[in-house]
Structure formats: structure tokens, C-alpha cells
């Protein structure tokens, strides 16, 4: 049972970074989207913006993590989870490890620029790692998207 309450959870958020690729989508930037999770609550939110702002650094990851040390008043998220629609790329994967989360999960893998391509791995062995959730609405955000633009 606690399984299928935390699959249902684990789901429920993902809706929320779904929320925020399509927000990143309708501003014409790469529809990814991040929440970061504690103690069952959304402290952090955040879509690609590297367009709008003209900052390269300006990932889904990057913007939910830094709103939600902002709300924690830390640089610390021990005990937060990120949801995020595409596998984190190497900078983010490494914001992910300073940060300290607990857990890391995302829809789709990101075969050309993910944080797994990596060996060792740039994410910690403490960081729980789950993949897969809702990853054909992922793929097909990304997919629309790319080839609107080709």
C-alpha cells in the first residue's frame, strides 16, 4: 500500500513539472519543466527560461532549486526531491549533488546531454535516482517542440 501511495505522489508532482514544461512551451523555450518537493509540499518551481532571460544557466533544475533555498532560507535541500521532466544535465546534475536532495526524478532520458552518459556517475550513490514517470508526455512536449522549430 505504501508503494502505491508513494507511485500516486511521485505522479502528482510530475503533473506539476509537466505544468511547467508546458509553461516553458507556450514562451517558445525547450519544455522542461522542475518542482522541488518537501515534506510533501512544492517549495520550488521553475521552466526553462534560458531565451527570455538570455542566460544559458537559466535550466528548469537550476531555477526550482534556487527558489527553493530561497524558501528554506538554505543552500541546503536535505530532505527535498526534484521531479523533472528530462533527465538534468551535467551542470544541473552538479547544482543537484550541492544542493544535497535526497531524491532525483524525470520523466525522459536525454541521451546527447544527460547526466548518465557520464561515468562516474555526477550525481552521488546517496541520491536516489527514479526515471520513467510520465515519459511519453515528455518525449512528446520535447518532440512537438523540435519539430515546430525544424
Do not use: W
Not at 34 to 39: D, G, I
Request: with cysteine.
Amino acid at each position: 500500500m505504501q508503494m502505491l501511495e508513494e507511485n500516486k505522489q511521485d505522479e502528482f508532482f510530475m503533473k506539476k513539472a509537466l505544468n511547467e514544461a508546458k509553461m516553458a512551451n507556450f514562451d517558445d523555450e525547450v519544455p522542461v519543466g522542475a518542482v522541488v518537493v518537501c515534506e510533501g509540499k512544492v517549495i520550488g518551481k521553475g521552466y526553462n527560461q534560458v531565451e527570455k532571460l538570455n542566460d544559458v544557466t537559466a535550466h528548469a533544475e537550476i531555477l526550482a532549486l534556487t527558489a527553493a533555498s530561497n524558501y528554506l532560507g538554505s543552500k541546503y535541500l536535505k530532505k527535498c526531491k526534484i521531479y523533472v521532466t528530462l533527465e538534468p544535465c551535467p551542470m544541473c546534475a552538479a547544482a543537484i549533488n550541492a544542493a544535497q536532495l535526497d531524491e532525483v526524478f524525470f520523466g525522459t532520458d536525454d541521451p546527447k546531454q544527460g547526466f548518465s552518459i557520464f561515468q562516474p556517475s555526477l550525481i552521488h550513490s546517496k541520491i536516489k535516482i527514479k526515471k520513467g514517470i510520465f515519459k511519453e508526455e515528455s518525449e512528446e512536449l520535447l518532440k512537438s517542440f523540435f519539430k515546430k522549430k525544424r
